[in-house]
């Protein structure tokens, strides 16, 4: 059978970007920034994009554009034998992890869709703001309920398969989401004290630049292009011959990086507007915001596109996660695409739901927390730690030092039209810069270092 591929450029470039931007654009990147000092971790950030980002994000598209298969098929078609097969693996059990943790934050951002448009924020203070959160985050059935119906317009959207499904959604919810993100940054500008947002946002102080706000410069970069897990594989195998991947990662990059700053501009005018602590953390999105909100005018409007935008930066991530189970299960297996995509949502429904239920104050202890720790973070922490940096660790090594440097040559340089002064950069930094930051990153995440 004839493997499905992207039919056009610009289909393939959304979906790639639509994977990268997700909840790590709007939800993470901003509170990072916030923690981190503002301006200066996102010079930072953009060194780590350039140095590591794009070179991890072209070995990872080459790899499935060479293997044209699932992480796991993709590294025995390329070596002849399943040593390296391991990349794939890996990245296959990720793929559950991540989702376990990502449809429930996804499906929160639902609920807050629902919330704004009922006007349930108007009016009122940061504590009613956080009692609700908390409200409706233990409650017996909303969250799950939110999560199943995210993970079922996934797999709706998986359904039609790559061109009809991924492609096309891509096509639409892309777009729409840049004029979102544009929208609410010129709202944003006429906020009062929005200046002092942007003043916090630009100050490039760097004596705040020390080693933890490299790592989460880096370990962000990494996850917010989608990296280490195999997406980007399975994408690559999905891209046509002779598309350039060298300017295509470039591209992805660039506008996944401009989403993420473009985010930035959107929440702190809107947090200094009403004197909020940047530095909120993780409750950023789902608490100060609302509280602003709430106070703001227009905030009605604001909050509903805000939301809006959560979600479908979400959907666009999650349809590449689940694709990497679809396809692996399906290839890997011998079996129907509509039975894995069965299979495999059934199981995220159950991890899913349990991830959700350890977040719970359970009289007596919760089942799923284990040491103090919930399975929810216990699946973020194992990926964005441990299998992301172990991933796009062995993915360079492997073709820095395990593949054929002509062959290399010969993909990108001959049949893609990379220029070869970029291709010459390239190879030195997949072979000894990215590997290096990326144990750097491994190294210290494991508290060895
Ligand atoms: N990059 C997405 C975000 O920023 C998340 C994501 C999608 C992802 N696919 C991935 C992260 C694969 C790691 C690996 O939210």
Redesign the pocket.
Known sequence: MKRSTFSSKFGMLAAAVG???????IWKFPYLAGENGGGAFIIVYLLCVLFLGVPALLSELSLGYIGRSNGIGAMRNITGNNRWSIIGILGFLGSFI?LGF?FVVAGWSLEFVYQSVMGSFIGQSGEVITQNFDTFRFDTWRPYLWTVVFIVLTAVVLYAGVEKGIEKWSKVLMPMLFVIVAYLCVYAIFLPNSGEGYKFYFDFDFSKINADVVIAALGQAF???????G?MMIYGSYIEKGTNLAKTSIQIASLDTLVAVLAGLVVFPAVFSFGIDPAAGPQLVFITLPTVFAQMTGGYIFSIFFFLLLAV?ALT?TI??LEVQIATVAEEFKMNRKLSLVLVSVIMLVVCCMCSYSLIPVEGGNELVFFGVSLFDICDII?SYII?PLGGLLIMLFLGWFYKKEDLHYVLVVETKCSEGLFKVYYFFLRFIAPLLLLAVFLQQLGLF
């Open positions: 994977s990268a931007v997700g909840l790590g654009n991540i990502y996850f917010s292009l989608s990296l280490g897990m997406a930066a991530s590449s996660i990926t992301l």
